[in-house]
Structures are given as C-alpha cells and as structure tokens.
C-alpha cells in the first residue's frame, strides 16, 4: 500500500511539473481600441496599475507580461498635483537602451489622432556628442521585409526636439525626413504633443504635429512603407530608446566601452495618452 501511494505521489509530481505554463499573449487591437467614440484609447494611469490593454518592451526583450519597476513605473506625475504618470529609465550599461510602452498595430491605412503629455526632467542631462533620445515612435510591422527604422519619431537630441520620418522602399532605400523644431527642450516642463496621422504609402498620406498648440510640421505625402507586403498602420510606442547602448555588435561595444560619456541615466515621464480615429478633432486629444 506504501508503495502504491509513493507512486502516485511521484507520479503526480512529475506530471505536475510537464504541464505547460500558458504562453504570454500580447492584446490584440480589438481588445485595446474601442470604435464606439472618437477617443478610442485614452490612459492617464490614474488607477496606479497598468490596463492589461498595454505591451511592455525592456532593452532586447519586445514582449515582457510585467514590466520590471526599475525601467518602467507608474508614479505622482512630478508638478502635476494628484496626478500619476509613467515613469521610464534606463542607466547606462551593455544593452541597456529601451524602457517603452505600446499599442498594438492595426490592419488597414487609418487615420488616427494622437495626444500625450512628455517631461524631460530637471535632472536631464545634455550630451551634444550623442544621438537621438526617442520618446514617441510608430513602427511599422514587419511584413516581407523588417524594416529597421520607424515611420514617424519625436526625439530629443542635445536640446532640440526632432521628428524624424522613414518611408517608401525599405527593401532598396527609404526616404528618410528630419524635421528640427525651433522651440528647444525645457528641463522640467511638461508638453502637450498632438499628432495627427493619415498613414498611407501614397500622396494622400498626413503628418501634423502640434507642440504645446502651435502647429510645428504640416506635411503630405507618403508616411508609411509599402512595399513590404502588409497594410499595418504603424504601432505607437513611447518611453525611452536611445540606441547607442545598443551594443550587440562588437564593433559598437568596443566603442561603448571606450566612450566616456556625460550622460549616464535617462528618465522620461509621460501622462495623458489617448488615441482618436477619422471621426476626432485635435480638442478631444489635447493634454488639457
């Protein structure tokens, strides 16, 4: 009888230990996007927890279930009484680039509405040496070609805000767009960012973007990439992403280890998120 029991005892735990944990799925864009009002996503992180409606993604790792605390966190929104915020860091170390949050792509060429509130702290620190800090990005999904660069990026670079832009042919060479902003970064200020988007790979395709109200870029044209076999419109991401602690390659970690830089931690905070369709107008997205 004792040696029944040890049995199923046994074999109960190693049957135990072969069942498969359940594999992490992302959400989906019906799951995140509600078609029934103009503002089909709106997040001011108010509850203190993340909707089970965002993506995490930390350095390497594109798709994490939960957000480590250390990169990615909700917070007080600093000089915003009772509001919260999210708070994005990375320090700098081998592979050690990206703290971001995202919305999930969508099918079709849409036009969307984007609003957001970014801080760029008092602590920031300058490095006029360095390349882009990117805090807002829309990527297109990767179809029969990966496409390395994002459609459409808001950037800080020493202390200017950028967008810049990659579209057409990823496959031969895509055209590429920077566009400087004449207000420059304000260390501790919030700003209002809105952005309008008809995301097309053809003429008809829009770019409007809005800095604290005031229209800085206006532009038509193709935005998107289409020729790499998908009609996505391009996922939102923002945090932080500066891709110089990228190292995979040996070459850049060689340079990495003999750099000796000015900046060594990068903090954002952003609050106030929503996204609206073709039926929104920029006063229903606006950080108020």
């Not at 800090?133 to 020493?158: C, K």
């Amino acid at each position: 009888m004792l040696r029944s029991i040890a049995f199923l005892v046994i074999a109960g735990g190693a049957f135990a230990a072969d069942v498969p944990k359940p594999k992490f799925r992302p959400p989906s864009a019906a799951e995140v996007f509600d078609p029934k009002t103009p503002v089909i996503f709106a997040d001011d992180f108010a509850s203190g927890v993340f909707s089970k409606k965002w993506r995490f993604a930390e350095n390497a790792n594109y798709e994490v279930a939960a957000p480590n605390p250390d990169l990615i966190q909700i917070v007080d929104a600093p000089d915003l009484p009772g509001k919260k915020a999210v708070r994005f860091s990375v320090v700098r170390a081998p592979d050690v680039f990206r703290s971001e949050i995202s919305l999930p792509h969508e099918n079709g060429w849409n036009e969307r509405w984007y609003g957001e509130r970014v801080l760029i702290p008092k602590e920031w620190v300058r490095d006029p040496a360095k390349p882009v800090d990117i805090v807002m990005q829309w990527h297109g999904v990767p179809g029969n070609f990966r496409a390395t660069y994002p459609n459409l990026e808001i950037s800080v670079r020493d202390d200017r805000w950028l967008m810049r832009q990659s579209f057409g042919d990823p496959k031969t060479k895509p055209t590429r767009r920077e566009t400087k902003f004449e207000d420059r970064v304000q260390p501790g200020v919030w700003t209002a960012w809105v952005i309008h988007a008809k995301w097309s790979p053809n003429d008809d395709g829009l770019i409007q973007v809005w800095k604290d109200g005031k229209l800085v870029a206006d532009l038509k044209g193709p935005n998107t990439y289409g020729t790499i076999g998908l009609e996505y419109t391009p996922y939102m991401k923002t945090g932080i992403y500066h891709p110089e602690w990228h190292v995979e390659k040996p070459a850049v970690r060689a340079r990495f280890d003999a750099d000796k830089p000015v900046a060594t931690h990068k903090i954002v905070y952003i609050t106030d998120l929503k996204v609206g369709d073709a039926r929104a107008k920029f006063e229903d997205v606006v950080p108020k």
